[in-house]
DNA sequence: TCATAATCCCCTATTTTGGGTGAACTAAAC
DNA sequence: GTTTAGTTCACCCAAAATAGGGGATTATGA
């Protein structure tokens, strides 16, 4: 059985070129390609794509909400994003709304073959800055205004919790976490939970 | 000028073959390999190395603990974790405290040779199954028992932000949103914000 | 020594939260 | 065509949490 391919890119330049590379590579087939999202919802259930290459920059409905739709129609279907974007914002809604991996378009040909079977093999394809976009995501920035200890409570606030609870968790006294807390406030220059929230993940403080 | 390179790996078989492998790449020079975290940074800023290849089960402080006080010590150290173990709450852990890639000790030599390079150049070097379990991160349950609007609050609640707050947002009744909070306590079983964000982060609900 | 960090205390007022109970309207599912 | 699930709103209550203001004591390190 080969790995069924959809390809969904409004350049048909692209398209032919990537159909007629796919096609000629063992074990591929590709059922289908469209340039546009509406187009290519209309007939998942009916192709069936194991593998789906999904352009993001598309007229009317863009690729994430393509995205998105596609994992709520056909679960089962794996995308990979395909597209110049390297914005960090883009990359992190493709990969929330349910991308399996992200290329950028300056690759050899060959890594997009070596793609769909990395991503048939449990794997997640990325190029080489997304995946560093990625793994920086979980990093913590370095240069923080705030301490250890405002950092410690910021994401205890940050997790939902009340004062009493977190002085309770650091072994102190709930008027030590307000005095924090007002510290925290003033060095970003917040006034509510919310806003201090906000702000901290921006910028990756906790 | 070589890359430089340092070890900490407490099998010293491993240790070896590694350090005989990179010293035999061109543009490599193993600096230093250590059995233990306490003596490689007692030794990282007179050892200056490009990259850290990290083991993570290591005698007394581990390898976690390791990663931190380097970032700290020496921010412009890249490290690599080549590890056995594959286990959800370590590869995060390592992540988070500041490793630029992830190997698991499957992996053909190769590999090695080509992860170092690749994190010189902005890459982020992971095995197969490291990516994916990275990737799915950002994916949430398809399987919630929560609706779209409760998912929709609580991911606001999560935020920190109060029921006033969010019913402006939603153009709704505050009213409106406590009762979607009852039935979001209901169907996980909590009773405060505290627990509904954990239980909904653990369960990637949000 | 001076600045920073971490700890604690008091006061006030408002807002938020959690729980209970009930009900109207809609849309989809059976 | 009735039932179910989802969304919306209302009113009750009491405890808890929050934000802002003021001030104070230690300890550490530059």
Known sequence: MP??????EDDHL?????????????DFLVVSSY???????????TDRPDVVLM??????????????????LRPQTQLIVVTVYENDELVFKALCAG???????????????????????????MSTNIARMVV???????????TAR???????????????????ELFVDKETIRTHIKNIYWK?????KAEAIEKARKERLI
């Not at 692209?14 to 063992?26: G, P, S, V």
């Not at 352009?55 to 709520?72: A, C, Q, S």
Request: aromatic share 4%; proline share 5%; with cysteine.
């Open 3 to 8: 790995i069924r391919l959809s390809l969904v």
């Open 14 to 26: 692209i398209r032919e070129a990537f159909t007629d590379l796919l096609n000629n590579t063992e």
């Open 35 to 45: 340039s546009n999202c509406e187009e290519y919802l209309r007939n998942l259930t």
């Open 55 to 72: 352009d993001l920059e598309l007229p009317r409905m863009g690729g994430v909400e393509g995205i998105e739709r596609t994992k709520k």
């Open 99 to 125: 991308a399996g991996g992200y290329l950028t378009k300056n690759m050899p040909p060959s890594r997009l073959i070596e793609a769909i079977r990395e991503i048939r093999q449990g794997g997640a394809p």
């Open 136 to 146: 920086a995501s979980f990093q913590k920035n370095h240069h923080s205004p705030l």
């Open 150 to 168: 405002e950092t410690e409570v910021l994401e205890r606030i940050a997790q939902g919790k009340s004062y009493t609870t977190i002085a309770d």
């Open 188 to 192: 970003l220059e917040v006034h509510s």
